[in-house]
């Protein structure tokens, strides 16, 4: 699915630290995702004092560069204001597109604020030194409702009861395996991210490049580029996913293929994504899922850390507001439910698939209005003449 910029924060007002600390409900937050930091915060600024676990082993988490409205990233300073954000990020002043055999560059225009790039790793790293709540490094073994909340087990052999779980450990989520709601992997994506040297000649912020057989971006990071090659699983058999990227980086005459050799780099980080296009998972009893963790919708097009955001908001204010947790489950899924749901009728109504065909056969003119239309850009951007 083509990036497109993310949509600007709705539901939740930010909302000032809780006057009187609310019951003091028992509250496990799971994942060393971004998702995992924002929420552990905003449950402690409203007054509880949730644990977090990060797992030992879990599924590699890109070290990649997040595209962020410039809205997002104003809301993470303002809601989490204990979370240094200065000097985190860099406003993208400058995107190429291309589909196809054409391309266009796009500038920012003069009165808007251009979205900013930010590395996921120094963003957790930031989150995690400014969370107050006890912190702990452990795998999940188990989780089984009871009459007194959440019996979770951990590998080292303890257990503790919680009257909430917080799922956040990304879309390939083990909470969601222990819960039997894992998402649909049969058709989802192959993903592999990974870092190297910019070369000099580089002068593009921001470079995304897709047709029906795969996505290729790179994002300027200082001396660096970070890459990402994406491609949908073939259903039934997809035996040598490897193969089939250094094929298309074979038979791509593109910058971005010449800067990695035409093969994917042996230090390359690997995903496998679910379908965005499958339903959401929002709890499963007292196990609730946030961000990528509730729906794979959220990694696509640069959606997850802005939804990861909305998801903690509704989340803490649910918990602050509600009458007991049960009550606050429901008015987070019913919040989040609809919010997806707007932006999947939305996605449907005005973008197409981008490993799917933009344009018929012979109208290739068509090809960077249709990349154009996909970027969603919001007045952000402005074309500058086609390359």
């Known amino acids: 699915m083509s990036s497109r910029l993310p949509p600007p924060l709705v539901g939740v007002t930010p909302f000032e630290p809780a006057d009187d600390p609310p019951s003091d409900a028992r509250i496990l937050v799971v994942g060393g995702t971004v998702t995992a930091f924002v929420v552990t915060a905003l449950l402690e600024r409203t007054g509880h004092r949730p644990t977090l676990v990060t797992g030992r082993h879990e599924a590699a988490i890109s070290a990649d560069v997040v595209r962020l409205s410039r809205s997002t990233f104003d809301a993470l300073a303002t809601v989490v204001p204990a979370v240094d954000l200065d000097g985190v990020g860099s406003p993208v002043d400058r995107l190429s597109v291309a589909s196809g055999v054409e391309s266009a ?151 971005i293929a010449t800067v990695l050799g035409g093969r994917i780099p042996d230090r390359s980080t690997y995903r496998l994504l679910p379908d965005p296009t499958v339903e959401s998972t929002w709890f499963a009893g007292s196990v609730v899922f946030c961000g990528t963790a509730a729906t794979p919708l959220g990694w696509a097009g640069g959606l997850d850390t802005t939804l990861a955001v909305e998801d903690a908001m509704v989340l803490a204010s649910s918990l602050r507001t509600a009458e007991d947790c049960t009550a606050a489950i429901e008015h987070y899924a019913r919040d989040r439910r609809a919010r997806t749901l707007g932006i999947r009728e939305a996605t449907r109504d005005d973008v197409q698939s981008w490993f799917e065909s933009f344009v018929p056969d012979g109208e290739v003119s068509l090809c960077v209005d249709a990349t154009l239309r996909a970027l969603d850009l919001g007045g952000e951007f402005l074309p500058s003449p086609r390359g």
Do not use: Y
Request: aromatic share 6%; net charge negative.
């Open 105 to 255: 560059t796009l500038s920012p225009v003069d009165d808007a604020s251009p979205p900013v790039l930010v590395e996921r790793r120094e963003l957790r790293r930031r989150f995690r030194r400014s969370c107050d709540s006890p912190q702990r490094q452990a795998d999940v073994t188990s989780v089984r409702e009871t009459p007194d909340g959440v019996a979770v087990s951990f590998d080292d052999g303890s257990r503790t009861t919680f009257d909430l779980v917080v799922a956040a450990d990304g879309p390939n989520s083990f909470l969601g395996t222990l819960t039997d709601t894992v998402h649909e992997f049969e058709t989802g994506m192959h993903e592999w991210t990974v870092r190297t040297e910019r070369p000099s000649s580089w002068d593009e912020c921001l470079w995304e490049r897709w047709d029906r057989r795969a996505l290729l971006s790179a994002a300027s990071v200082s001396d660096e580029l970070a890459v990402s090659v994406r491609f949908p699983r073939r259903p039934g058999s997809d035996s040598d996913p490897r193969g089939r990227a250094d094929a298309v980086l074979d038979a791509t005459d593109d910058s």
